[in-house]
């Protein structure tokens, strides 16, 4: 490992990285010297409780059922998914700033807090590769960036899970989906997505992936996306998700 007069190259350049893009609490924005969030805001931030449905990950407001109801009479294309902090107002706002404001920072701390809960299910579902959603090209021009990918990024230096962004395209120009009732979203989605014949992981053999997103809602996003790479051939197709909405 190279130094620099004695200073460890990467210790410098992630102290100019802290100089130059200082670390922001992504509850309250302040800036944080030794962590990702400050002490308050930490304690503000409660994951989704148990019990939990066991194929979205939502809670469950009845204790007895081991589905929610949207589960209950859907059949989603996706496996399981893992989804972090329900999606209450501290969360929202969090999200919001991360995805429309620049606040690209807070992808460290969304991906430290996802490795921390679920490493061990992702090491029980050992994936071979790790797959951010995909926005359109025309969103990615205009907002400078997917935060989905940042996530996967970061997910992946944590994981050494491989992280693939150009099998799983966007090639449709859908609505937002937030402005959607649920079965319009699965409407507006219908072939939103296709696989990239170009990829590199195109002719290499994947068994099981993980999609990530920032928030689920009602799965079909990733419904959308599970059933185009099932199609291709993947046998399991999880998800991983920052946050969810109460079912």
Known sequence: MQKIYGI?????????????????????????????????????LVPVAEPKCRICGRHLSNGSEDLCDSCRTTVHFFNRVFSLFPYNDVIKKSIADFKYHGKCEYARFYAA?????????????????????????????????????????????????????????????TIAQKELG?????????????????????????KTAVLVDDI?????????????????GIKYVYAICVASVES
């Open 182 to 206: 649920p079965d319009e979203r699965r409407k507006n989605l219908k072939s939103a997505f296709s696989i990239n014949k170009n990829s590199d992981w195109f002719s290499k053999y994947i």
């Open 113 to 173: 807090e996802l490795y921390d809960k679920f490493y061990k299910e992702l090491v029980k579902i050992s994936p071979d590769v790790i797959i951010p959603v995909p926005i359109h090209i025309d969103r990615l021009s205009s907002r400078g960036y997917n935060q989905a990918s940042l996530i996967t990024s970061e997910l992946s230096k944590l994981t050494g899970i491989p992280e693939v962004t150009d099998l799983l395209l966007r090639t449709g120009k």
């Open 216 to 232: 689920y809602t009602t799965g079909s996003t990733l419904d959308a996306c599970s059933n185009v790479l099932k199609r291709f």
């Open 8 to 44: 460890n190259r990467d210790t410098l350049k992630h102290s100019l990285s802290r100089t130059l893009f200082p670390q922001r609490c992504p509850i309250c924005g302040e800036v944080v010297e030794d962590d990702l969030i400050c002490r308050p805001c930490r304690r503000v």
